[in-house]
């Protein structure tokens, strides 16, 4: 391959400008879309992975190797997690839906996470409808993924609940400028309740989230520029209960009190 | 068992109201920012525009003068860029430098050529840029948003011109080798 070196090229502020310009727009096909991506899932594995090797050395610590002294050495029970396969709604479709009977926007985020996750779609369920519409698919043997659609949509996918002893796995989403918490909820969680705390400006509030086959929604409360922390209670067939606390995000710098 | 969700007063739902028009003003300008500084195209950019808007929507009820407003929303959105942009690097999860989407749209060699090498400077050079070129801010206002003096955005702003210069006139010629496709990056507009 031969070839002649272009003149020395330089770069101007308005031609800078100009390529911003042309690719500001360049997205993907939703507008803002957030998918929990296999990066993130990845995270939380290793997270998972950090806990229990961190129990496994504390263990150590404590008690010794099992076996060495005659003692036990338990080092406690690992976090419990529910696997999704084992969920209801993955393995049975209450509402199934053609994807080319979806709206635009929830066809185009499946699709974005079929490819990220490199598998197909299958056995896609409405199960709630309403503002907003809560999609479920099952992705490839491994994942269901919630889709929270109103005009936009946006996506999580899990391999598992981890939260709440492996009952649940919620997320605060905001779609279209309403925020929801969101989730999977395990085959015996009979209730959530989800209670938002006291800010300077508002009372807090606890409201009791819809579920419908597996998945959960409620809509957070005005919280008059709160974000402190939201406490979700679950409460399983069998009486037990079990907590878990979101916490706000981060003060942003430079917020004016 | 549970209690019903307090009903918000008159004036809170006029600040409700409120609030939420200004943020739908800022999304585009929040979303765009995001995306040119951790790289358009991708769906960690994507990512990284919803965690902005999360973040500004929970912190714009606190914001007292609405005028205010964009500059907050900027400096939010530059923050959260340049964290995902750094995080990204780090983990070289993203080739930024090889995105097929750059030759979907008929663009001009030059304008993606542009591109490509602008995905390769750092966070903080994409992000002086864009809030300068892009936004249109003063060197000032950029300055504030990036927690840095005039005369470091100055220098940045030559430095990545500089970079970029240097990235275009020494990359190698009529390179055949053909583009990757990004696992990571979606289907594109």
């Known amino acids: 391959m031969t070839s002649t070196r272009p003149p020395s090229r330089t770069i101007s502020e308005q031609e800078l400008a100009a390529m911003l310009n042309a690719f500001a727009g360049t997205a993907l096909p939703l507008a803002e879309p957030r998918p929990t991506t296999a990066r993130r899932n990845w995270t939380s594995r290793y997270a998972a992975a950090f806990a ?173 520029g709160g974000s402190g922390a939201t406490t979700i209670t679950v409460t399983r067939t069998d009486g037990t209960t079990g907590t878990l606390e979101l916490h706000g995000l981060p003060e942003p710098i430079g917020a004016h009190p | 068992m549970v209690t019903k969700p307090n009903r918000p007063t008159g004036g809170q739902d006029a600040r409700e109201l409120a609030v939420e028009r200004l943020f739908d003003e800022l999304r585009p300008l929040v979303v765009r920012t995001v995306r040119l500084v951790v790289g358009a195209g991708s769906t960690v950019a994507e990512d990284a525009a919803q965690e902005a808007l999360l973040e500004l929507r929970l912190s714009l009820p606190r914001l007292r003068e609405h005028q205010a407003a964009p500059a907050f929303a900027v400096k939010i959105a530059t923050r959260v860029a340049v964290r995902t942009a750094r995080r990204e690097r780090r983990r070289a999860l993203i080739p930024f430098h090889r995105r097929e989407y750059l030759h979907e749209a008929n663009r001009p060699q030059e304008l993606l050529e542009l591109k490509e090498a602008f995905d390769r400077l750092t966070p903080r050079l994409r992000a002086t840029a864009v809030l300068r070129l892009y936004v249109g801010l003063s060197e000032a206002e950029t300055a504030d948003a990036l927690d840095c003096s005039i005369g470091t955005v100055k220098s940045q702003l030559h430095e990545a011109r500089r970079r970029l210069r240097r990235q275009l006139n020494d990359r190698p010629v009529a390179d055949s080798t053909p583009l990757s496709t990004d696992p990571e990056r979606g289907a594109s507009v």
Do not use: W
């Open chain 1, 52 to 224: 229990i090797a961190s129990a496994a050395v504390a263990a150590f610590l404590l008690f010794g190797l099992p076996g060495l002294h005659g003692g036990k050495g338990t080092i406690g029970s690992a976090s419990a997690a529910t696997n999704v396969r084992e969920l209801h709604a993955f393995k049975h479709a209450v509402r199934p839906r053609a994807q080319n009977a979806l709206p635009a926007s929830v066809s185009e985020v499946i699709n974005l996470m079929a490819t990220r996750l490199g598998t197909h779609p299958s056995n896609i369920q409405e199960p709630i409808i309403g503002a907003p519409s809560i999609y479920l698919v099952s992705l490839g043997s491994t994942h269901l993924c919630m889709i929270v659609a109103l005009h936009g949509a946006t996506a999580f996918c899990r391999d598992s609940l981890r939260q709440a002893e492996g009952s649940l796995q919620a997320s605060r989403s905001i779609v279209d400028g309403k925020m929801f918490i969101t989730g999977l909820a395990a085959d015996n969680v009979k209730t959530i309740t989800v209670t938002t705390a006291n800010t300077p400006s508002t009372q807090g509030s606890t409201i009791q989230a819809r579920i419908v086959n597996n998945v959960f929604v409620a809509r957070l409360p005005y919280t008059g």
